[in-house]
């Protein structure tokens, strides 16, 4: 489980339960993404609740879920470049 400690203190992670994260502190917890099928079937993983994009399509949720958790810690769990 990755956990991003921001340098105002606020954690970001994907939510799991591998450690009770409340013992962190309060808890604000969003939906970092939508994962849904279209009219035809196919699943999309849209991240635009976090400014991503939209992954897809997939001809399974699955595939839709492990590029989601792909991006969102690859992109989303990273510190921003700072000047």
């Known amino acids: 489980m990755q ?5 105002d203190g606020t954690i970001r992670c994907l939510y799991a339960e591998k450690i009770p994260l409340a013992t962190l ?7 970092g993404s939508h994962v849904e ?8 993983a849209d991240l ?5 994009p ?3 399509p997939f001809a399974q949720r ?3 879920l492990q590029a989601e ?4 810690e690859t992109y989303w ?3 921003p470049l700072t000047a």
């Open 3 to 7: 956990l991003l400690i921001q340098q």
């Open 25 to 31: 502190g309060p808890l604000d917890i969003t939906r």
């Open 37 to 44: 099928p279209d009219c035809n079937g196919q699943w999309w």
């Open 48 to 52: 635009s609740p976090v400014t991503g």
């Open 54 to 56: 939209k992954l897809g």
């Open 62 to 64: 699955s595939q839709a």
């Open 69 to 72: 958790v792909h991006w969102l």
């Open 77 to 79: 769990l990273k510190e």
